[in-house]
């Protein structure tokens, strides 16, 4: 019997002596190669036979291809493990989720976190790989019941990887997560959240679900608030929660007490504009989806109309001291109606007698100030309403910021009609910034929620600093002695103004339907570039009489100014009228105020 060697055999590869084609380049090696390696596998077992040599057994060779394999699958693993555990954040579950919003903390003026992020969930079903439709429908609804129940059966019943509900917080994604459900998995979501809930919602305003402020502070300082972010910082505003929060509570509880519709609440620095403290109600929760209806996201502070009634007295009588044309005992006639044409003007409370200047302010007298402002006529009215802020919006930086409506002719009647707040239509947060000229020197300082104020506002001389010490000296005798006495505060000096006005109902002002305001400035004493701050109350149709602003607004900007002084650093002390404690102080010829 004759041997052959089997590599001689001519089995898949060339006979000795006939020359292979030749390959060009590294693919022509590489192909020699594998088919030689073919060639040898192939021809494994005929060599171990012949030879039998450990290294050509076909057991050794299984065990090689299997060793390969087993480190291949061991290299995946621990890639797929490392990806798993190690991945960045924003690869979470199936497919590449969005990158990861870029927005600075929002904070006070003492650094109180007011707004941040946080990391959120959107919730995918892949209904190809869910095992039981009605078991993962039942489940995932008992684990998370606000999730839409129609939304929920279109994605279970469809045939492709859908969303189901956006904006799990961690332990509702891990209350889905341990259903161990086929098909379920997440993506992060970089949400906006705000940790004080309803607490200065209308102010600070809310950003979509992109990362872009849509309104509030959060539109208004937009692109500062997102470099922030970028830098790893917060962005502060002027807002001091420990105002806001007493400003908020103080609302509330006066709109309680007169049963009224709505109302809003401001504290700010006359000398800087910075707003302190701002409450609109009815409120709501940026993080909750918002109730239709109640007007509850209108910021009524900057986008709200009304006609503030006898606030007004106040520019009508600066303009007349300003431009000489009056002085605190400049006397008129209040003892009878004030008639421009066939139109009849009368006083709330009529005292039916001859007043000075001072007593016009203090009994809040629409006779006293239509007449001033008939004689200083249109030109005087137009320019001092005009520096003072009231026929332009007011210049925030929120966007929400309306502009008043105003009739264009004023003739003499309606230059009666505006001076005591009647005709024209303005925003609560106009009236805020005219105050502040009236009682810092004379200084139009435009109003801001950047800390320190903003340095860029260009300020104007609305009045002189002895007009302004003039307002201030009326403004502490009106609530000394006048309409504003329930705005009275132990020691800290308070002074202001009631507002009182009804509103039009089909075509015709009803008497049930009214606002009731109180313009107010603390301490109001010393010179005119002290520390000083305004506080303004309105209460938006009480429901109760009396209505006017002396009963449902005066009493809140008191307790507000009690409760803020101390964080503010202003002392209680004496002045003319009372003591540091409250109690009075007797005057030679006291002067009995008006109830209004």
């Known amino acids: 019997m004759s041997v052959h060697d089997h590599r001689d055999m001519n089995w898949g590869r060339p006979a000795p002596g006939i020359k292979a084609p030749a390959l060009d380049g590294l693919m022509a090696k590489i192909g020699n190669r594998v088919g030689a390696l073919v060639w040898d596998v192939e021809n494994a077992y005929g060599r171990a036979r012949s030879h039998d040599r450990a290294q050509d057994d076909p057991r050794f060779r299984i065990f090689l291809v299997m060793a390969a394999f087993a480190l291949v699958f061991v290299v995946l693993m621990g890639g797929a493990s490392y990806a798993a555990l190690f991945a960045d954040k924003g690869r979470v579950g199936y497919g590449h989720s969005r990158p990861m919003l870029t927005r600075g903390d929002l904070v006070d003026r003492n650094g109180l976190l007011l707004a941040t992020n946080i990391t959120h969930y959107g919730l995918y079903i892949d209904p190809r790989e869910v095992w039981d439709v009605n078991v993962a429908r039942e489940q995932i609804l008992a684990a998370l019941p606000r999730v839409s129940k129609d939304k929920l059966d279109r994605v279970l019943s469809g045939e492709r990887r859908l969303i189901v509900a956006t904006g799990l917080t ?112 009815p409120t709501y929760d940026p993080n ?18 009304y006609e503030m009634g006898s606030i007004f007295k106040a520019y009508a009588i600066a303009a007349g001291v300003d431009t000489g044309r009056a002085d605190r005992g400049t006397l008129f006639d209040a003892s009878k109606p004030f008639y421009i044409g066939n139109r009849r003007i009368t006083d709330f409370h009529a005292k039916n007698k001859v007043m000075t200047l001072e007593e016009v302010f203090l009994h809040s007298s629409n006779i006293g100030t239509s007449r001033l402002a008939v004689e200083m006529g249109d030109d005087v009215m137009r320019d001092y309403f005009k520096r003072l802020g009231l026929l332009d919006a007011a210049p925030i930086e929120l966007r929400e910021s309306a502009r008043p409506t105003y009739p264009q002719k004023w003739g003499d009647s309606t230059l009666a009609s505006l001076s005591f707040g009647y005709s024209i239509m303005s925003t609560p947060l106009q009236t805020v910034a005219a105050y502040g000229a009236l009682t810092n020197g004379g200084r139009y300082v435009a109003p801001t ?31 000394a002695r006048g309409s504003g006495g329930r705005a009275n505060a132990p020691g800290l000096r308070v002074g202001g103004k009631t507002g009182s006005a009804n509103k039009l109902v089909n075509g015709r002002y009803d008497p049930t339907v009214a606002v009731g305001s109180f313009a107010a400035v603390f301490p109001a004493d010393g010179p005119v570039n002290a520390k000083r701050y305004s506080v303004f109350v309105l209460i938006d149709e009480p429901g109760q009489y009396p209505r006017t602003g002396g009963f449902v ?34 005057q030679p010829k006291p002067t009995e105020g008006a109830a209004r």
Do not use: C
């Open 449 to 479: 929620l950047r800390r320190g104020g903003n340095p860029n506002a260009e300020t104007r001389q609305v009045i002189s600093p002895e007009t302004s010490a003039v307002m201030l000296e009326l403004m502490r005798g009106n609530v």
């Open 288 to 305: 909750k989806p918002v109730t239709e209806g109640n007007n509850a996201t209108l910021n009524r502070v900057t986008s709200a109309h």
């Open 170 to 281: 961690p332990q509702e994604k891990t209350a889905i997560h341990d259903l161990a459900l086929g098909g379920v998995t997440f993506e992060p979501e970089d949400r906006r959240v705000y940790p004080l809930g309803a607490s200065a919602s209308h102010l600070l305003g809310r950003s979509d679900t992109g990362g872009e402020g849509v309104s509030g502070v959060e539109l208004a300082f937009d692109r500062e608030i997102r470099n922030a972010g970028m830098d790893g910082g917060d962005f502060p505003i002027s807002i001091d929660m420990r105002v806001q929060g007493v400003v908020e509570n103080e609302l509330a509880t006066a709109v309680a007490e007169a049963n009224a519709k709505a109302g809003i609440a401001v504290v700010a620095d006359v000398h800087t504009g910075e707003i302190l403290g701002m409450a609109s109600y």
């Open 553 to 586: 607004a005066a009493p809140a900007v008191g307790r507000i100014a009690d409760r803020i002084a101390e964080f503010l650093g202003v002392a209680r002390k004496d002045d003319r009228w009372f003591t540091a404690t409250g109690e009075r102080i007797p």
